[in-house]
């Protein structure tokens, strides 16, 4: 039974993904210049409870001056680094194994 909502809840980020509906986590950083996106997620909530993971990750990197915010939206990069002025497609592992991210 937990592989059938595994698989539907898959299934249903990434309709809303497609649709521009799924929520997102953006994170911008003023050391190094970048904003960066984690995502995609089914509820506000869920991705909000993520972020604390990947708040965690850039501290232990030494990213300063972190900005949150969680929102709906379709990235077409997960990485902007803006000191350099180069978008990079960064790999991220998904939420769930196998999520296609588009």
């Known amino acids: ?7 539907l809840k898959e299934v249903l980020i990434n309709t809303f993904d497609y649709l521009g509906l799924a929520w997102w986590v953006e994170i911008v950083t003023q050391n ?6 984690f995502g995609p997620f089914l509820s506000s909530s869920e991705a909000k409870l993520s972020s604390t ?45 196998g999520q296609i991210l588009s």
């Open 32 to 37: 190094p210049r970048c904003t960066y996106y």
């Open 53 to 97: 993971g990947y708040i965690e990750d850039l501290e232990v990197e030494g990213a300063q001056g972190i900005a949150v915010n969680v929102k709906r939206c379709k990235p077409n990069t997960l990485t902007i680094a803006d000191d350099l002025g180069e978008k990079i497609d960064r790999k991220v592992q998904p939420a769930f194994g």
């Open 1 to 7: 039974m937990k592989t059938i909502w595994h698989n």
